[in-house]
């Protein structure tokens, strides 16, 4: 190292703290990046790749960009998951000894933006902290930099609860310790989790000891702080805006695990994982960006106290009762800012004069607002009225401070009203006399001279100066100017009068925009003193938008009331599915009701594909969520109990990061219900067992319905093709057998999307791949082969209630008793007549058989699995 120059070895000692960051250097106007930063960061910003003399013996790679465009590269660098390290010049390079003094003044990381693009206005930015304890617990805290929300929790010894709240979080960045287990990181980071940060420092800081007021726990104290520790040593300035931590626990929500969550499309679609087809588009008619975020927090964590969820579903009620002042409302919030983040950009240091503006804007529509309130003479609305804080202080202060439209830079000045302060006033009127004394001394000089070109100009480098062109030097008297600069076409002079007005001019420049910089500043500061009133505010004025919403879709799309049942009871009458209803748009929805209590637990819905069988079960739980979160529901009338779990096992994908197969992901999601489902819980599966070979999918499928309905308790849909399955309504008690209707018609399937009671008749799995125009041919021969397969000849399923009910549905197990005291060994589905058991195999049959246990059936498509059984089949028969 000491073979570089002095910079150089500045730069190489900086980086050393922060290597897991690119460091942005500061050069003059520039940022520069060196070495590998500089060999990647050219790659990921596509910017030229240079070198310079380092000291050492081979040129030091290097790239840079300008300071004034530094914002565009940093934000492209987070957004891609990588973190970055500002280093400033800290002291005047005029009065440096050696190399000027530089240091980090702030770290930019995913989890940290205060602003930009990467901030969206709707959705949260969570950076979040884990901390393991020696009892297997986890201690989890988060808070969103840009608006101070803070809270903290202790999770049990399963990791798939932290990896299920950050999902829920959709946390940018986590903070560990540098002890963390390694596997637990990697699984971290197949979660989507951009950053991976250490802190081991968990001791409380004075510096923010006051925000761990309400926080009793030592866990919870310790994982709070680690958070807060990283936050105050990498953004290295005031964090006044960070509210004190709530602490909070995953039960007192509704629980809806990563996979239901993806499987339902809550907040983003699977397949192009954008908010268009989620739930959240459909009932996103908030009008301000922190209304928006609530209404995703709501979302994700629906209520399970029935005061709460009544609270918000009468005040829907009273907003739907009151359509002209809903719309007043809706119109005054439209002209609300993002107070939220706003109060954190007064805190962080970044606020500018247009913001404030905003504030102030925002803050004249509360008494709006309250009024309008007022005026519904509802006991909710007055509620929710005391909790909007006009903050008046704060209005008037900006309404007398800041002019309406000021400019974007705090360092142009021209931002603070005339009237606000006597010494800016007197500043600002010795430049504006200066100026019109320079208006003055150009009209009396084009009159004195006769030269009516003759202009009094200004420029960085010479101040104010009299023009004259050549072709009117002649007019000039001699000595009547002193000569400053000569051009091509003209000259330039000055007088001793103009340079003393411009020093007067310039002062008072210079002074104003110094005064109001410092004057910008202490209104800053005394906003921050309201911080907790505007963060209050915002929350109230969220809400508000949130339920205004809920009354405006429930009315818009005809949405009913939800009641309560304590016996645990669903009847639903003429339910929807509200995104497939939105979607459909002025195509007619077919409605379906449902009916569950406490003899009718398990639904075994049957029914072809593509007839609505996955819509029915979606349809339910989305309803459930959105009584649980105070909206309305999708019904012409609607009782639910309050469910306090959802799980769903719906549609196939499979986890390639995780290394995982759809059906692994199938049997995860299935025991994640089966592991934590409740008698309050809603299970969902559609499918079950499709993943793997017959039998082994129709073994596992009735005994996890078998499990849920003795074991469990839960109200369960369960979808099957396994039209076999449907005998166990005769032996499961609070088992239903129902099905989606369908008729031929013509020879051509029509689906009529509507529930019945009892099993379906068929499959009509060929009728559905002829809807999806597959070759005529191949459809033909389908045909063909479902016949042969069909006939009484072939081999038949041989499926009674004893053997359905109480033996494993294992296809190799033979169904025989060799002597009184053998045990009955497992059912076969294909029983071959006794005669054959008793007979030697022939040499055909031989090869046959060999055949077969030769046969990898993970390496074949269904369809080539049917034709190898039907060649086989034409073999035996000779």
């Known amino acids: 190292m000491a073979s570089y120059t002095p910079m150089i070895q500045q730069y190489l000692k900086v980086k050393a703290e922060y290597q897991d960051a690119f460091l942005f250097f500061r050069l003059g106007d520039f940022y520069e990046m060196f070495f590998d930063d500089a060999l990647k960061a050219s790659q990921e910003l596509e910017i030229t790749l240079t070198s310079r003399e380092g000291g050492g013996e081979n040129k030091v790679p290097m790239c840079g960009v300008p300071h004034h465009a530094a914002r565009n590269y940093i934000e492209q660098l987070v957004e891609k998951g990588y973190k970055v ?68 929790t202790l999770l049990s010894a399963h990791f798939d609860e932290v990896l299920n709240e950050l999902a829920v979080l959709s946390a940018k960045e986590v ?20 950053a991976i940060s250490f802190e081991d420092n968990d001791s409380i800081g004075d510096s923010y000891a006051h925000l761990l007021k309400d926080v009793k726990q030592n866990k919870l104290e310790q994982t709070a702080s680690r958070l807060f520790n990283y936050l105050y040593r990498t953004q290295k300035r005031s964090l006044d805006h960070l509210q004190p931590v709530a602490t909070y626990q995953i039960h007192q929500y509704m629980k809806i695990d990563y996979y239901s969550k993806r499987n339902l499309e809550l907040t983003e679609t699977i397949r192009s994982k954008g908010k268009k087809g989620s739930l ?79 504030l102030k804007r925002s803050l004249l529509q509360v008494p709006l607002l309250k009024e309008i309130l007022k005026g519904l003479a509802d006991e909710e609305a007055f509620k929710v009225a005391d909790e909007l804080d006009p903050c008046e202080t704060i209005t008037d ?10 400019p ?77 600069q000569t051009l091509t076409n003209a000259e330039r002079y000055i007088t001793p009068e103009l340079k003393e007005k411009e020093a007067l001019i310039l002062q008072a420049e210079e002074k104003c925009g110094e005064l109001e910089y410092e004057l910008f500043t202490e209104i800053r500061e005394l906003i921050k003193e309201y911080i907790p009133r505007l963060q209050a505010l915002a929350k109230a004025v969220s809400s508000l938008d949130v339920l205004q919403c809920f009354a405006q879709v429930s009315e818009e799309r005809h949405y009913v009331k939800p009641t ?12 929807r599915h509200p995104v497939v209803e939105k979607v459909l748009n002025t195509q007619e929805y077919v409605p379906n009701d449902c009916f569950m209590d406490n003899e009718r637990e398990v639904l075994l819905i049957t029914g072809p594909n593509m007839s609505g069988k996955s819509t029915y079960m979606r349809q339910l739980a989305l309803t459930a969520i959105l009584a649980q979160i105070g909206c309305y529901v999708p019904a012409s009338e609607a009782v639910l109990p309050i469910f306090d779990q959802v799980f769903t096992r719906i549609g196939a994908a499979d986890d390639l990061i995780s290394g995982q197969s759809t059906f692994m992901v199938e049997m995860l999601e299935a025991k994640n219900a089966i592991t934590y489902g409740t008698q309050n819980s809603l299970i969902l599966f559609d499918e079950i067992g499709r993943g793997t070979s017959t039998y082994d999918g129709m073994a596992l499928a009735q005994a996890i319905i078998e499990y849920i309905h003795k074991h469990i308790g839960a ?26 209707s369908a008729v031929e018609h013509n020879g051509k399937l029509v689906f009529l999307h509507k529930i019945k009671e009892g099993p379906a008749d068929k499959s009509y799995g060929i009728h559905v791949a002829e809807l999806a125009e597959l070759p005529k041919e191949l459809i033909k021969r389908a045909n063909e082969i479902l016949q042969t397969l069909e006939e009484p000849a072939a081999l038949e399923v041989s499926v009674t ?27 076969s589905f294909f029983d071959e007549p006794k005669e054959h058991k008793k007979q030697d195999l022939s040499s055909k049959e031989k090869r046959i058989l060999d055949h077969i246990k030769e046969l990898n059936m993970l390496d074949v498509t269904p369809l080539q699995a049917i034709n190898t059984l039907y060649e086989l089949q034409k073999k035996l028969k000779g």
């Not at 617990?137 to 930099?145: P, S, V």
């Not at 202060?397 to 000021?406: D, F, K, S, T």
């Not at 009910?805 to 008793?817: G, R, S, W, Y």
Request: charged share 30%.
């Open 801 to 827: 209630k004893e053997s359905i009910i109480d033996q494993p549905l294992t296809p190799q197990a033979q169904v025989k008793k060799e002597t009184k005291n053998e045990q009955p060994s497992q059912l």
């Open 715 to 740: 109200k369960t849909l369960f979808s099957t093709h396994y039209h076999e399955l449907t005998v166990l309504e005769d032996e499961l008690s609070k088992l239903k057998n129902v099905h989606v």
């Open 175 to 194: 903070v560990v310790a540098q002890s963390f287990d390694g596997e637990l990181q990697k699984r971290l980071r197949e979660r989507d989790v951009l």
């Open 85 to 152: 390290a500002i280093c400033e010049q800290t002291e005047d390079p005029k009065h440096a000894k050696g190399v000027v003094r530089r240091e980090v003044v702030q770290l930019i990381t995913p989890g940290t933006l205060m602003e930009g693009r990467g901030l969206t206005d709707k959705e949260n930015n969570y950076i979040a902290s884990l901390t393991s304890f020696d009892d297997q617990t986890f201690g989890l805290a988060y808070t969103d930099i840009s608006t101070g929300e803070s809270r903290v």
């Open 564 to 575: 309560f049942s304590d016996e645990r009871r669903i009847a639903i009458k003429e339910g």
């Open 397 to 406: 202060l900006l309404e007398q401070a800041i002019i309406e439209n000021p």
């Open 408 to 484: 974007l830079s705090l360092k142009e000045g021209n931002m603070i009203r005339d009237g606000y302060n006597q010494q800016l006033d007197q500043y600002r009127d010795a430049s504006r006399n200066g100026k019109t004394w320079i208006a003055l001394l150009e009209r009396q000089e084009r009159e004195k001279t006769g030269i009516k070109s003759l202009k009094v100009g200004y420029n960085r480098v010479f101040g104010y100066y009299i023009e004259v062109t050549r072709a009117n030097l002649h007019l000039l008297q001699e000595g009547q100017y002193e000569r400053k």
């Open 280 to 358: 959240l588009w459909l009932l996103d008619e908030t009008m301000t960006a922190m209304g928006g975020r609530m209404l995703k927090t709501w979302i994700d964590r629906p209520l399970i106290d029935r005061s709460q969820i009544e609270r918000r579903q009468n005040m829907v009620e009273t907003l739907i009762q009151h359509y002209f002042e809903r719309q007043d409302l809706r119109e005054k919030l439209k002209e609300v800012y993002d107070l939220e983040r706003l109060a954190g950009r007064v805190a962080f240091g970044n606020v500018n004069a247009r913001d404030l503006v905003q």
